[in-house]
């Protein structure tokens, strides 16, 4: 059964930063092309970036040079590193595959408030 497990996420002052982290359960984790999602108050879930099997990365242009998504196939986890954090990247934020194809996870809260 797959399982994601979000962690990391917090209370930060806009420009602060914050490393978040996926444990995925998911067979053949290497073989996955991964991805972080969030979802805003009132919002609709939304993309903000995904790595390949292969460690190329894209992002959503409002994260684009303050985030960096990374992986370790070794421990089956994917990080999202978030620097310069505005308010309106405040959200719950969520990692699955890049299609969104398993189970969703509990997400993990970032709030970006001076």
């Known amino acids: 059964q797959v399982q994601l497990v979000e962690s990391g996420g917090g209370l930060v002052q806009p420009g602060g930063s914050l490393r978040l982290s996926c444990v995925a359960s998911v067979i053949m984790f290497r073989s996955r092309h991964m991805a972080w999602y969030r979802q805003a108050p009132g919002k609709q879930r939304e993309l903000v970036a995904t790595i390949t099997s292969g460690g190329n990365t894209n992002y959503a242009e409002s994260v684009k040079g303050r985030f960096t998504i990374s992986r370790d196939n070794a421990k089956n986890t994917v990080y999202l590193q978030m620097n310069s954090l505005k308010p309106e990247d405040t959200a719950v934020y969520y990692c699955?595959?890049?299609?969104?194809?398993?189970?969703w996870g509990q997400g993990t809260q970032v709030t970006v408030s001076s």
């Open positions: 699955n595959s890049e299609i969104g194809g398993f189970a």
